[in-house]
């Protein structure tokens, strides 16, 4: 009993390696921007989607990981994303399309989360 109150609770990866696998995405996006591998909207998507993966806070992942997708769009110089026109703190339609889209995301169909992000 004593071992399952000090496992990992971290929902993302092992917190062993949130660092490092922070450290990728942010790389993996740099490298996205410098070479134009995708298009602006889909590198925000792709950022945001590798942030929430690693899940790196107890709590606030999800808005963190948008604010610094919104943050990359502009710098690319575009407006920054209306996230569904939402807050997705309600369990309501949004959130679940915003879920959907990240599960989509999950299996490497970017399309559904660049389409909420920009909806």
Known sequence: MRR???RDKNLGVDRAVILPR???AFERTAYWVEHET???DEIGARFHHALVKVHPFPNG???WSRLMADVLVVGLGRPRFTWGRSSLRLADEARRAYIA???AADDHDFRPLVEFARS
């Open 101 to 103: 889209a990240l599960r």
């Open 38 to 40: 995708f298009a602006p």
């Open 61 to 63: 992942n999800g808005r």
């Open 4 to 6: 399952l109150l000090h």
């Open 22 to 24: 922070l450290y990728e």
